[in-house]
């Protein structure tokens, strides 16, 4: 080190790389300070302390500020996604688009691919079971449950190839966007996610509290093996695989942890696109809160053009996250069509197309003086453009669209209702 310092030439490359590291990264003034620690050893001891308590101090501060990014903010769901053997990506902890990184050889990578490979193995086993042994609605279910968590895995881990490319996108776009002036405004999308993450987690997770509670009352009442009431829980845990499959401890506890995964695994696909949804809306909102503070002062073409190639780059940018997640857009709008109406109203509530639309509120408080050919345009584009997420081009989530479908299902279920009610008369008489 000393050698270093005692070249200018060199002493200049080192201080150069300091910088750069200094720029390149959050938080890297410990790194900085244990450097300075060991070109100085003549420093008392508590030098070095003294710096981690302040880097600790500043780390916890740093968990209260937000710059208002989606990458900051979709972070916790990408981990909770990696838990349960979803969206094998790098990085995810940093605050850069460009540290996010996706590599077959990586434990990530292994983990996702061992339980694509166990879901799967598991869908097979159940369609065995109802082709061979039994075909009921509890059955049917049941595949239906495994088949699309399989097609879940796979359709995550395809995402998790093009990830850090849309990522990128993304950021560009943000950076382009009017700048969040207000603290409150930064953490709103960070916030809302949470949210939404919390709730949605908890809910599965007392979901499968209570499936847990309904497999142990009824291993109790109708043991396999009395004398052993874990294993008669694991083994009615996973009934169909081993009518197929000797029963062992060991079988039984790797039957349990892919039905924890599979069955949150199946709740985190609502919640990712949930906050997809929420974080596309929110760009398009803070631009169309941005012109709507400006909208009756005067205003000139270059702002409306400037305004324009926004919205045009928030209307490619989701162009871009629906080609990578439509796919998943699709088997989160099946299951719950097949599963739940009323889920579907809470999971799928998307206003991407709501706030597309709303310039055209906008521009009507426009003063007639300040009206110009380059508004004109950005009008009819509003006016032409359907901006949503859509599930493999099949279909586009609107308002109308969500309603629509809900409605048709609530009348569905209604009539299945009164067709129960007939048949349980006669059975009655």
């Not at 508590?46 to 937000?66: P, T």
């Not at 495994?146 to 895995?153: E, P, R, T």
């Not at 382009?176 to 916030?191: G, I, M, T």
């Not at 310039?359 to 359907?386: A, N």
Request: glycine letters at 4%.
């Amino acid at each position: 080190m000393a050698r270093t310092m005692g070249d200018p030439a060199k002493r200049y490359k080192f201080v150069a790389r300091i910088k750069f590291w200094r720029r390149s990264r959050v938080g890297s003034d410990i790194t900085l300070g244990v450097l300075k620690y060991k070109m100085t050893s003549k420093q008392p001891q508590h030098f070095q302390f003294a710096k981690i308590k302040a880097f600790m101090r500043r780390a916890l501060k740093d968990n209260y500020n937000y710059s208002g990014t989606f990458q900051e903010a979709i972070k916790p769901v990408l981990i909770i996604a990696q838990i349960f053997a979803l969206m094998p990506v790098r990085g995810i902890g940093s605050k850069f688009a460009e540290d996010l990184t996706f590599a077959w050889s990586s434990f990530r990578t292994y983990y996702a691919l061992a339980m694509m490979i166990s879901f799967g193995i598991t869908a097979g086993y159940i369609v065995a079971f109802l082709t061979n042994v039994s075909f009921d609605f509890d059955s049917v279910e049941t595949m239906m449950f495994y088949g699309s968590i399989f097609l879940i895995s796979i359709s995550f881990l395809q995402l998790a190839r093009r990830w850090p490319a849309i990522a990128q996108e993304w950021q560009a776009v943000e950076a382009k966007l009017p700048p969040l002036r207000l603290a409150k405004e930064r953490r709103s999308l960070a916030h809302h996610i949470k949210m939404i993450t919390l709730v949605a987690t908890t809910c599965s997770l007392v979901e499968h509290l209570l499936s847990m509670t309904s497999t142990v009352t009824f291993a109790v009442a109708c043991p396999h093996w009395p004398a052993h009431p874990i294993d008669n829980f694991l083994y009615f845990n996973f009934a169909t695989v081993f009518h197929f499959v000797e029963y062992t401890t060991f079988l039984g506890l790797l039957g349990k942890v892919i039905n924890v995964l599979s069955t949150f695994a199946w709740n985190f696909n609502d919640i990712f696109v949930m906050a997809v949804s929420v974080a596309l809306a929110s760009r398009f909102r803070q631009l169309n809160d941005y012109m709507q503070r400006e909208a009756r002062t005067a205003t000139t073409v270059e702002y409306w053009m400037h305004c324009r190639i926004n919205f045009r780059n928030l209307c490619k940018l989701c162009q871009v996250v629906d080609d990578g997640i439509s796919a998943i857009t699709l088997l989160c709008f099946s299951n719950n069509l097949y599963f739940i109406c009323g889920k579907i109203l809470k999971s799928m509530h998307s206003s991407i197309n709501d706030e597309s639309k709303r310039p055209l509120r906008i521009f009507r408080l426009v003063p007639r003086e300040y009206w110009c050919d380059e508004l004109k345009r950005f009008s009819e584009e509003v006016h032409m453009d359907t901006v949503a997420l859509t599930g493999m081009k099949f279909f586009r989530l609107t308002r109308g669209v969500v309603i629509s479908v809900a409605g048709t299902i609530v009348t569905y279920e209604l009539i299945l209702l009164q067709f129960n009610k007939e048949e349980t008369t006669a059975f009655t008489c």
